[in-house]
């Protein structure tokens, strides 16, 4: 089992930064792939970015690429999305998945993914 706790959210204005945390417990962060996925109101989930287990391979969404950072530290069971140049539809529910694989793989779908935690709301005001 892998419990998994967002922090960082809140509101910005446009052009602004957030970081956000995604907290896991357990013992096998190491062993998961880890991603962001969001969304707005009225709106399907999307996909944000994702990190394989040892971090060295990232991808990210072409909305935020360029802007959005993800990162991993293991020692700490932390993955982390650093958000910069903000935009008013980056605003939405951002949450943290957890994929626990054998492969040094990212993933970019939410149905491959078996844990989630519970969001946090990113506002950006315009």
């Known amino acids: 089992q892998v419990q998994l706790v967002e922090s960082g959210g809140g509101l910005v204005q446009a052009g602004g930064s957030l970081r956000l945390s995604c907290a896991a417990s357990?013992?096998?962060?190491?062993?998961?792939?880890m991603a962001w996925f969001r969304q707005a109101p009225g709106k399907e989930r999307e996909f944000v970015s994702a990190?394989?287990?040892?971090?060295?391979?990232?991808v990210y969404a072409d909305s935020v690429k360029g802007r959005f950072t993800i990162s991993r530290d293991n020692a700490k069971n932390t993955v982390y999305l650093q958000m910069n140049s903000l935009k008013p539809e980056d605003t939405a529910v951002y949450s943290c998945?957890?994929?626990?694989?054998?492969?040094?793989?990212?993933?970019?779908?939410?149905?491959?993914?078996?844990?989630w935690g519970q969001g946090t709301q990113v506002t950006v005001s315009s």
């Open positions: 990190i394989s287990r040892s971090g060295g391979s990232t």
């Open positions: 357990g013992r096998t962060f190491s062993s998961a792939a």
């Open positions: 998945a957890a994929k626990l694989t054998l492969t040094g793989s990212y993933y970019q779908n939410s149905y491959e993914y078996n844990y």
